[in-house]
């Protein structure tokens, strides 16, 4: 098993930044894919952003792009969300998550583990 612990959300002004973390303990080696997802209220849970274990690699959703930065830490199985430039379509409950292949990073169906997720409000 693989447990995923994250931290960071909380309430942010239209534009302001928020940055969340994910320490992944366990069988680390099953964790090849670290990233996030964000679940709004009355919505598909929807792929937000994740990166390669080695943290050479990375994705982001359209909405997302140029604005939340994905990064990692290898030496303490931690990842980072750095989100700038808040718009109240942000808010939702964001979930990080792990996958054992590069390729099983999109789909939630093909999520291997998540976390028990964090309250992101972007407030205008």
């Known amino acids: 098993q693989v447990q995923l612990k994250e931290s960071g959300g909380g309430s942010v002004q239209v534009g302001g930044s928020l940055r969340l973390s994910c320490s992944a303990s366990g069988r680390t080696p099953w964790v090849q894919t670290m990233g996030w997802f964000r679940q709004a209220p009355g919505r598909d849970r929807e792929f937000v952003s994740a990166?390669?274990?080695?943290?050479?690699?990375?994705d982001y959703a359209d909405s997302v792009k140029g604005r939340f930065i994905i990064s990692r830490y290898k030496t303490n199985s931690t990842a980072f969300l750095q989100m700038n430039s808040l718009r109240p379509e942000d808010t939702a409950v964001y979930y990080c998550?792990?996958?054992?292949?590069?390729?099983?990073?999109?789909?939630?169906?093909?999520?291997?583990?998540w976390g028990q997720g964090t309250q992101v409000t972007v407030s205008s």
């Open positions: 990166i390669t274990w080695t943290g050479l690699t990375t």
């Open positions: 998550a792990s996958s054992s292949t590069w390729g099983r990073r999109k789909d939630p169906r093909d999520i291997d583990f």
